[in-house]
């Protein structure tokens, strides 16, 4: 048996523990610290895909796109998100813990095809948050992946994001039409509800693991009317 290596240790903002990154031969994994266990492992990534998939299916034909991924992880959503639209395109990835920006520029590049390196892509380290408080409408589709489902797993302060405030401000900050698309481990009425409240049309999609197979996660799709 090949055995874990750690390459990497960090610090998550405002005591939200630590970020451990390691290596299986060809496998890695992030984990957090404590009893809150893995976070991303290089092999199975699909539903991260498919939260890009649904969240920018509307984007095919769009000229000068403009998309938001919060967070980076391994680099998965961004990826896919890169191949929903066209070249006049922008995808703006936040990523609040830049350790992990060097990871995906370092060993963990590969697993999604170095998605850091489109000339379409621009890094924001830093705190999705800040992306999402413009007032302005600046994004076509905002992809969200920074805890396991609508509560603030990471740090507690991605708590703002779910709630009605913070859905208010995501709301004022899409363009037209533009959609708000949230992974989770699994579906949630009452946010639901709450994204029905702040104005948007609301549906979810059960999507796997992996291709076909796994466990079922559910991509919230909440579309400016
Ligand atoms: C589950 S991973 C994302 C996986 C990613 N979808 C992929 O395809 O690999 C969650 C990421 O969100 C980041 N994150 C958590 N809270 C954040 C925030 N408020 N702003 C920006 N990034 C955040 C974490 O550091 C981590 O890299």
């Known amino acids: 048996m090949v055995p874990w290596v750690e390459l990497g240790k960090a610090q998550i903002p ?11 031969g060809e496998e890695f994994s992030i984990r957090l610290s404590g009893i809150r266990g893995e976070l991303m492992n290089s092999r199975v990534y699909n539903s991260e895909k498919e939260l890009s ?10 000229n000068k796109a403009h998309v938001l991924v919060g967070g980076l992880g391994m680099g998965y959503t961004l990826a896919a998100a890169l191949n929903m639209v066209n070249d006049s395109a922008q995808v703006t990835v936040a990523e609040l813990i830049p350790e992990v920006v060097t990871w995906n520029q370092g060993p963990l590049g590969n697993c999604a095809g170095n ?6 892509t621009k890094v924001h380290v830093g705190d999705v948050k ?13 992809l969200l992946d920074v805890d396991n489902g609508p509560e603030g797993l990471t740090q507690s302060d991605n708590n703002w994001i779910y709630s009605p405030a913070g859905l208010q ?3 004022k900050m899409l363009r037209p039409k533009g959609v708000l698309a949230i992974w989770s481990a699994g579906p949630d009425r009452l946010f639901s509800l709450r994204l029905k409240k702040a104005g948007f049309e609301v549906s979810t999609q059960v999507v796997r693991a992996r291709p076909g197979k796994g466990s079922k996660h559910t991509i919230f799709l909440a579309k400016k009317r």
């Open 14 to 24: 405002n005591n939200g523990g630590e970020l451990k990154f390691s290596q299986r």
């Open 53 to 62: 998939r649904l969240g920018c299916a509307h984007l095919k034909s769009t």
């Open 115 to 120: 998605p850091l390196n489109d000339p379409r």
């Open 130 to 142: 800040e992306q999402l408080i413009s007032h302005q409408p600046t994004f076509d589709a905002v």
């Open 169 to 171: 401000d995501i709301y």
